[in-house]
């Protein structure tokens, strides 16, 4: 059975949310282990029935959004992050999962999991909704300053996690530019391009920009994490700026609001297909071990799908593909 | 009367359509200096009846989207942007506006006029729809490779061309990173944010997150021309990726039909909200001269939009502040 360490303590809304995701992902043939305050989480799991393939292990310390991750990490050898990422490397999980700090749950990963050998840097691989499917993003922020060796290994990683994870063939990689001519873009984007140009491994496409990120028009966008990460939270900011648009426009009149409870369906289609909550987790690409990030403000359903996505990781053993592909170089 | 050079054999719509725009804006208190091919230019006038304060300067010449900038600049003396340009540096127009290759209208702005004095680099200081007002982006991408002082100036040229130009009331700059704590980011951006915090002269909020931009919390966005050109056609794409996604469910069911014509008023107001059209030109800042790039797409009712921003930048008076600024330093 797939045993999952979930980090408990980190997330916006509580250990109880997440302890609740846990509860609804319960009896999918999953081993689940919360990893926390052991008198907090078992007074919660109280709360509820059917406790069956859900266990305990105490961390008595937590890293917060703010702490600087290094400083913490040493400081806090009990910390929850670190508790949890410990399971994977020793073998008593097979993934970890966390909606808690960013940067505690890299540099745990990156300490206590370790590089794969010849990675350079991680790269947090997101996966979006677009007009034409499931694509991948990544960096999205766990490496904000990378040379052009960083976005080669990035476009390889995401090409192996694509085809193994999201069953791609034969994955279509771009470079996301300022112009699709090959020449466009800084000093490191053009020294990139002619990387990713040469390495007939990769299916590459050439430069993308940045309207053709939603559009979805290759699968895998490759960036630096400064650039991933800002793109990233543009298009969540910017959907909802616009929905929300929409709402107060059509509640402005009467027959706006008639016309609008009518096609009220419409909009309930369009909603779940920008539905973050349904992917759940991003995986940190580059490590000896699965770590899976969930946005901070993840919700109960949101940490279950986080669940169902790193099993479907695991079993899709797209780490083993990684190590064995990068050792091998 | 305020003198506009058009250089109209740019753009992806012909000089046609550019014509018509300069047209659209006559009789508007504007002189408007069509510069291209002389003999399609008045065979393209003829088609029109009242021609007052439109006039033609021929250029032999143009560039073309695809050529290298530096190089067709050398090349190309005679070319169309450049003849314009020249047109401000002589004094015979007060700005120069064109739809066409943006790094050839930056080539001809800092080779013919000149940067301003201490100024290292421009920028292109975009201003675009958000939820609370219009706001100022820059650099849209005249500046792909920046350092600090690149940052701190685009800072500084913004602040005074948002107060001048858009009346903005001791506008807040916001630096775009990748998390709002102090101490976020690149080693580019950390350290700007240094530099930023330190300076009096600036309403300096802090530093801002992708999502914060469609939500319009500061006046001013600063970031590099490859992180800043990113981000806007980003916008644009997903923005109308969603309009698409809206039409396409709307159409999904006849009851959804009803309910879209009911409201669709409301959609009318929306897409009002987000018509880039309106707006026009965006002004490459720190130069000896106002020269406005407009979208390569630009229609007709666009360029009209243009000149009259070309009037009121000029009217504004906002380069004669940036100068007196930057040369008092």
Redesign the interface.
């Known amino acids: 059975m797939v045993k999952i360490a979930f980090d408990v303590m980190g997330g916006d809304l509580g250990y109880q949310e997440m302890v609740k995701g846990a509860v609804m992902a319960n009896n999918q043939d999953i081993e689940i282990i919360l990893v926390g305050d052991e008198n907090l989480l078992k007074n919660e799991l109280e709360k509820y029935d059917d406790m069956k393939n859900i266990s305990i292990v105490h961390a008595s310390q937590l890293i917060g959004m703010?702490e600087?991750p290094a400083t913490a990490y040493k400081e806090k050898r009990d910390a929850s992050i670190t508790v949890a990422t410990r399971l994977v490397k020793d073998g008593l999980a097979d993934a970890v999962i966390s909606s808690g700090s960013t940067g505690a749950q890299m540099t745990a990963g990156i300490f206590v999991l370790g590089r794969i050998k010849n990675i350079k840097r991680p790269a947090i691989a997101t996966y979006y909704p677009?007009?034409n499917g499931i694509k991948i993003l990544l960096d999205a922020?766990a490496t904000?300053?990378c040379d052009k060796e960083n976005l080669h290994q990035f476009s390889l990683m995401a090409s192996i996690f694509g085809i193994s994870f999201l069953k791609m063939d034969n994955p279509t990689v771009g470079l996301?530019?300022?112009g699709s001519?090959d020449?466009k873009?800084?000093?490191l984007?053009k020294d990139a391009f002619k990387l990713l140009k040469e390495d007939s491994k990769l299916n590459f496409y050439g430069n993308i920009?940045?309207?053709?990120?939603?559009?979805g028009i290759v699968d895998i966008v490759v960036c630096?994490?400064?650039?991933g990460?800002?793109?990233?939270?543009?298009?969540?900011?910017?959907?909802?700026?616009?929905l929300?648009?929409?709402k107060e426009?059509?509640t402005?009149?009467i027959?706006?609001?008639?016309?609008?409870?009518?096609?009220?369906?419409?909009?309930r289609?369009?909603k779940a297909?920008l539905d973050y909550t349904e992917y759940g987790g991003a995986p940190l690409l580059g490590l000896k071990g699965i770590s899976m990030i969930s946005h901070g403000s993840s919700d109960a359903k949101t940490m279950m799908n986080a669940i169902f996505a790193a099993k479907r990781a695991v079993e899709s053993k797209f780490n083993e593909e990684l190590i064995k592909y990068f050792e091998g170089v």
């Open positions: 703010d600087e677009t007009a922020g904000p300053d996301l530019n300022i001519e020449k873009g800084s000093i984007y920009e940045g309207r053709d990120v939603p559009k630096d994490g400064f650039v990460n800002i793109v990233l939270k543009l298009m969540e900011g910017l959907s909802s700026v616009l929300n648009q929409i426009n059509i402005s009149k027959i706006y609001k008639i016309g609008g409870l009518l096609s009220k369906g419409a909009f289609n369009i297909q």
